[in-house]
């Protein structure tokens, strides 16, 4: 039997980058889009950019995590049937990081594969999460990584990766570095949300204080890229897909949100609103 995909999104954010906003930085309006029945066009809010590309890779169920306060997202998203999927949401309750977000799903994840993105960064291709997946079932990896080229490494979290497909080290946020991809979106196996659920319950259960704490000081959160990271260290198979034509902007960072902004009023200009807008 074939297993389970499960798309997960963690949208619990407080976008302290953007502050302030009226609305869950997640629906800002990117682009338009036609919606089911409507032959006009209609603002498109960042989100669904990352769910379509889930959907163009044949997911359909997807859990997006939110925390208190963010009730505009499922209003607005509500049961999936807007895009053909189905949506279920879960709260989140430990403001610590990604991490801590992402295991917030692992009763409902633990025995199947997860398609990872982040809801604020549009990205291209259309079919990364359909390669991704596709190196995932042919290598066996326990996780693959979906991986874009930057041009600040600095600001960055970025991956060393053979010739292979291997990742070998993730390196957040370098002063000095050859490297020249950071990891945008994921797709892993139960064992490493087996894994997660270990390594955060290592974390409360021995009270390592000390090192939360220092973590904290030096990078803000506990990352994901920590935890994966520590799963190479641990000898998981983590491999990646290079998309050295990609692109991708963050929406979450003002400078990433005004280039959204003008290049998709750039196109819908171009188009004069023939068709769906895309970013480039």
């Not at 997946?133 to 066996?140: G, M």
């Amino acid at each position: 039997m074939r297993q389970r995909i499960i798309g997960l999104v963690p949208a619990a954010g407080k976008a302290t980058r953007l502050f302030p906003l009226p609305f869950s930085k997640e629906l800002y309006p990117i682009g338009h889009m036609r919606f089911k029945g409507r032959d006009d066009l209609r603002p498109k809010a960042v989100c669904i950019y990352l769910l379509e590309k889930m959907k163009n890779a044949g997911i359909k169920d997807v859990y997006i995590i939110l925390r208190k306060g963010k009730w505009d997202i499922p209003a607005f998203l509500g049961d999936g049937s807007l895009l053909d999927m189905n949506f279920a949401y879960l709260m989140m309750n430990l403001p610590f990081g990604v991490p801590y977000t992402v295991n917030q799903a692992f009763p409902f994840t633990q025995d199947a594969i997860v398609a990872f993105g982040f809801p604020d960064i549009i990205f291209q291709p259309e079919n990364a999460f359909k390669e991704l997946l596709d190196r995932h079932k042919n290598s066996k990896a326990d996780i693959v990584l979906g991986l874009f080229p930057v041009d600040m490494p600095d600001k960055f979290h970025m991956v060393e990766s053979g010739h292979d497909g291997k990742v070998k080290k993730i390196v957040i946020n370098p002063k000095e570095t050859h490297l020249k991809y950071t990891w945008i979106i994921a797709v892993w196996s139960q064992t490493f949300s087996h894994f997660i659920q270990k390594e955060i319950k290592d974390i409360n259960e021995k009270k390592r204080k000390v090192e939360l704490t220092e973590r904290t000081l030096n990078k803000g959160e506990l990352q994901l890229s920590d935890i994966i990271q520590n799963a190479i260290d641990s000898n998981l198979n983590v491999e990646g897909v290079i998309f050295s034509k990609g692109s991708w902007l963050d929406i979450g960072t003002f400078n990433g949100l005004t280039r959204a902004l003008n290049q998709h009023s750039e196109i819908i200009d171009q188009r004069k609103g023939s068709t769906v807008s895309k970013e480039r």
